[in-house]
């Protein structure tokens, strides 16, 4: 059984070469952010439902970790999230249907989230449906866990 990152059996991927070939050690960084979302109603499919990207120059940028996403209000019930892995027209690895929470717009927040061992694109979908107003407000919020691109020296 292993409990410690600092023995031999790789239970830690930054741990003894465990994610950088060759024996490098890259270590595992992590990013937190948030950002706020207001998309329009009937927006047509494009870049405005893609609300964040992990890329390096022109390439996808595989990351594990966890998506929250808080559905303010707006005209789709239930909001749709879209969790990909390939781009934009990648898999979908990880599906959210957050429900307008009753009372409509102005009320507190409905928040889900899910974690996975990867992802590269949060995509949000927001469909008229029986919500209120003219758009979807909310927040999206990542963990994020990656192997740096630069071996330990």
Do not use: K
């Amino acid at each position: 059984m292993c409990s410690s990152c600092n023995s031999m059996c790789c239970c830690c991927p930054d741990e003894n070469g465990g994610n950088g070939g060759n024996g490098a050690v890259r270590p595992i960084l992590t990013d937190q952010f948030c950002c706020n979302f207001e998309l329009n109603c009937d927006a047509t499919p494009g870049d405005e439902r893609f609300v964040w990207r992990s890329r390096q120059g022109d390439q996808n940028i595989p990351v594990a970790g966890t998506v929250s996403v808080s559905y303010i209000g707006g005209c789709a019930d239930p909001l749709q999230v879209n969790i990909r892995l390939g781009g934009e027209n990648g898999t979908i690895v990880g599906q959210l249907f957050i429900p307008e929470q009753s009372g409509g717009p102005g009320n507190l927040a409905n928040c889900q989230s899910i974690t996975l061992q990867q992802f590269d694109t949060l995509e949000i979908i927001c469909s008229p449906g029986t919500g209120q107003g003219n758009d979807c407000e909310g927040e999206f919020c990542l963990t994020i866990h990656y192997p740096s691109p630069f071996p330990l020296v």
